[in-house]
């Protein structure tokens, strides 16, 4: 997966948008990937594990909106972001 297409400024809907549900995932996805990779080496570092848990569920229920309220940038994102549904 390349960094231009989990970069947050791919799915930004306008100049100065960083609170969108679009760009919101996008950064979750850049720092659970990070906190995966980090897992990896540091398997017992749990507090950083129950951190991740939660990020993906705050991920989980952005895009439950986004399928909601916005079906097309939902699949855009899950596109983009190479993300299973």
Known sequence: MS?????P???KLHEKDTGSADVQVAILTARINELTEHLTVHS??????RGLLKMVARRRK???YLKLTANDRYQKILKGLSLRR
């Open 44 to 49: 017992k570092d749990h507090s950083t594990r």
């Open 9 to 11: 400024q791919v799915f």
């Open 62 to 64: 952005l895009l439950d």
């Open 3 to 7: 960094e231009a297409t989990t970069s």
